[in-house]
């Protein structure tokens, strides 16, 4: 059973840096097709995609938060890692983690199949 | 970035009415490339449909989606109890990602 668990600190000040952690089991991010990914959610608004990295330590970002993106890979402990500097209120939002099969003709090809539940940042002085 | 417009904000309804959701894409999309998500209040949101129109793993039949290039429909036929939400359309085709601002489906 494919699980994921967000963690990390549940306020940040302006301008700091944000380490969230997602702790994944029932599959290994060495495996050949697998993907996380991060999306956010401010409260009472829409999804955003954040970031993605793949198995084989390909990274991608959405475009607009680039610049303060960085997604790793954590293979000793299964985990995956998003740091996000100069946060702001605007930042404000719950964080999820979701694994992404990219095995052709597998099921959920390409989408985030199985999420965690999230974890609330608040960006305040 | 594609920008997916979803229709109606809201959607009022009976149990065991029927839901037709929209979601238009700015740009057209393949349709291996657009996924639908259901979200209740204080939960992460769940994968319904992916390419467009496959349920994914344990979504039951009444849950079926259609559509193709900048035209696509959610379809939730005989609305069950617990089919009361909001519903994600989102594209991945071109980078990035992107999702649609949602419809809910309440009760009436």
Known sequence: QITLKESG??????????????SCSGFSLTTSGVGVGWIRQ?????????????????????????SRLTITKDTSNNQVVLTMTN????????????????IPGASAYD???VWGQGTMVTVSS | DIVLTQS??????????RATLSCRPSQSVSSSYLAWYQQKPGQAPRLLIYGASR????????????????????????LEPEDFAVYYCQQYGPSPRTFGQGTKVEVK
Request: glycine share 8%.
């Open chain 1, 42 to 66: 401010p409260p009472g608004k829409a999804l955003e995609w954040l970031a993605l990295i793949y198995w084989d330590d390909d990274q991608h970002y959405h475009p607009s938060l680039q």
């Open chain 1, 87 to 102: 946060m702001d209120p605007q930042d404000t939002a719950t964080y999820y983690c979701a694994h992404l099969p990219l």
């Open chain 1, 9 to 22: 600190p549940s306020l940040v000040k302006p301008t700091q840096t944000l380490t969230l952690t997602c």
């Open chain 1, 111 to 113: 989408t985030f199949d």
């Open chain 2, 55 to 78: 349920r994914a793993t344990g979504i039951p039949d009444r849950f079926s989606g259609s559509g193709s290039g900048t035209e696509f429909t959610l379809t939730i036929n005989k």
């Open chain 2, 8 to 17: 109606p904000g809201t959607l009022s309804l009976s149990p065991g009415e």
